[in-house]
């Protein structure tokens, strides 16, 4: 990336403007996508971006090109667009800091990969799912290095290099009239994914699951693998989000210092986190990345915010300004969502339960109450302890907030989903309907 571009954009924005801010985004990926049992497509794609915020008397302003011949033109849309917003005392960028270190966020092998080899992942997942004698109807494989550079009139001059790599596959199986379906997926900041085992774990899944029995409507004790749980959790961690507590939204708003989930829970954002898929040096505003304690032994400590709540709330930027991209102003989300219990149980430990691997409709749960009606996919009843048969379909519901009050750990192992860090997870007594 060309070394002068952020000060020379932001020399020009501050010709116009009272404070400026510049974001750059480089990425360099490779995808490969899997449809029918076949490498349906591969692509390689370079991307470069910048987008510019810009504070002209108290307004904020925003615009984003891809075209560097077109830097002031850019600048000059910024503070246009800064001229039509209203002012507010909140707009302000973020102060000159230091930035901790982030370790093993990046991985020379995946800045170096070329497309034969992200394509031969694919391939040896289709041919071990065929040799599962399940058909692979979909999946993919992404892998790409990825730069990020934010410079501001405060003095912040931040960057950011990172690689990722994920894999995912789906497969069905004949099972009596109809099929048998499931699905795998992992992520990593290295090329250290097993394609084999990735497909014969979805393969393996969609096997066992035929043949599904019915289940009776009871209150069950319901061990939520981690997809399932990440799935539930979406819901849960916007309550922490501090847009949402300004705005109403958050049943946690009024509850800092009160235990409002489990005793032996505990949950931080941690932008730093040694090979966290979320994390580094900065957030997408400048503001350093940093461990933030949510919930300690159950008690909320604290919300996430970006710069703007944070002046709204007259505290501190937890390091939570995300972007999704260049074209996109920061809003405030999470980084690495850890949940670290206390204590554990066993599957062995449940005498009559459920299993499940992942939940459709979780997206339907009320954001503000909780409440939440999803269905279960790849079921299992637990009987004695152990796995005693698969279920056709069962419907879960309840409410996130309290099943959060009670749930256990099932594993000491963790997964991270998006930006959630988290160990398969029981819940007692969630309603099932079968």
């Known amino acids: 990336m060309k070394e002068d571009i952020a000060a020379k954009t932001l020399k020009l924005a501050l010709k116009y403007a009272d404070e400026a801010e510049i974001y750059l985004e480089k990425e360099d990926k490779i995808e490969v996508n899997i449809q029918n049992q076949k ?52 707009f302000y960028f973020a102060p000159q800091s230091k930035y901790p270190k982030v370790y093993e966020i990046f991985d020379g092998k995946i800045r170096d990969l070329d ?71 992992d992520a990593s900041r290295f090329k250290d994914l097993d394609p084999e085992k ?16 019915s289940i009776e409507t009871a209150d069950l004790n319901v061990l939520l693998q981690c997809d399932a749980a990440a799935s539930l959790i979406f819901t849960l961690a916007n309550a922490f989000n501090a847009d949402n507590v300004q705005r109403g939204r958050s049943i946690f708003a009024d509850k800092v210092g009160k235990e409002v989930l489990s005793p032996v829970l505990n949950i931080h954002d941690d932008g730093t ?50 972007r999704s991209s260049f074209a996109d102003t920061p809003s405030v989300g999470f980084s690495n969502f850890i949940m670290d219990f206390n204590q554990q149980k066993e599957m062995s430990e449940i005498e009559n339960g459920l299993v499940v691997k992942d939940l459709l409709g979780a997206h339907t749960a009320n954001p503000i109450s909780g409440d939440f009606s999803v269905e279960a996919m790849n079921a299992f009843k637990i009987e004695n302890g152990e796995i005693a048969y698969p279920v056709s379909k069962a419907m879960l519901s309840g409410n996130i907030f309290e099943a959060f009050t009670q749930a ?24 099932v309907v079968g």
């Open 408 to 431: 256990w750990a099932a594993s000491s192992k963790t997964k991270q989903i998006g930006p959630f860090v988290l160990p398969p997870i029981i819940v007692p007594k969630l309603r």
């Open 198 to 213: 990735l497909s014969m774990e979805a393969s393996q899944l969609a096997r066992d699951s035929r043949g599904g029995k």
């Open 39 to 90: 490498v349906d497509f591969a692509k390689e794609t370079s991307s470069y971006g910048l987008g510019i915020r810009v504070i002209k008397e108290g307004r904020m302003g925003f615009a984003h090109t891809t075209d560097l011949s077109k830097l002031e033109k850019t600048v000059e849309n910024a503070v246009f667009n800064a001229k039509c917003n209203e002012a507010d005392p909140n």
């Open 115 to 185: 497309m034969e080899e992200v394509v031969d992942f694919a391939k040896i997942m289709i041919q071990t799912a065929v040799e599962k004698e399940c058909q692979p109807t979909s999946g993919g494989v992404q892998a790409g290095y990825y730069h990020t550079e934010i410079a501001n009139s405060e003095g912040v001059n931040s960057q950011d290099d990172s690689t990722y790599f994920s894999g995912y596959i789906s497969v069905n199986i004949p099972d009596g009239e109809g099929v048998s379906t499931a699905h795998e997926s």
């Open 273 to 322: 986190l040694k090979k966290g898929l979320n994390s580094f040096t900065s957030d997408g505003e400048g503001s350093p990345s940093q461990k933030t304690v949510l919930i300690e032994d159950g008690v909320l400590k604290n919300f996430v915010y970006d710069l703007y709540t944070a002046r709204k709330s007259e505290v501190q930027s937890t390091g939570n300004g995300i």
